[in-house]
């Protein structure tokens, strides 16, 4: 059974950095697509960063480019989410998710494994 578990969510002030941190366990493999994604309610869910386990150029939404960015330990299954200059609208739930059967064609926001989320709340 494949498990995520998010951690480094917190509170945190507007221009602040944080790391979010994402394990696997419980199914290995040599190609997978990892990432971000992040609701608030009332709104639909954003994929926000999204990772191929064997290289590429990873994916940024519009809203966090430049700001975020996407890392991948292959050999401790952990994706990791560095953010920096944190906004109010950052302010979200964000979770982890994981597929395996996509190959290199990350797809959208149809991943089969998802994580229990962890809060980031900014303030401004």
């Known amino acids: 059974q494949v498990q995520l578990v998010e951690s480094g969510g917190g509170s945190v002030q507007a221009g602040g950095s944080l790391r979010l941190s994402c394990k696997a366990s419980?199914?290995?493999?040599?190609?997978?697509?990892m990432g971000w994604f992040r609701e608030v309610p009332g709104k639909e869910r954003e994929r926000i960063a999204i990772a191929y386990s064997g290289g590429g150029r990873n994916y940024y939404a519009d809203s966090v480019k430049g700001r975020f960015t996407l890392s991948l330990d292959n050999a401790e299954n952990t994706l990791y989410l560095q953010m920096k200059r944190l906004k109010p609208e950052d302010t979200a739930m964000y979770y982890c998710?994981?597929?395996?059967?996509?190959?290199?064609?990350?797809?959208?926001?149809?991943?089969?494994?998802w994580g229990q989320g962890t809060q980031v709340t900014v303030a401004s």
């Open positions: 419980g199914y290995t493999a040599s190609g997978f697509c």
């Open positions: 998710a994981v597929e395996y059967g996509s190959g290199d064609r990350c797809p959208e926001y149809e991943y089969y494994y």
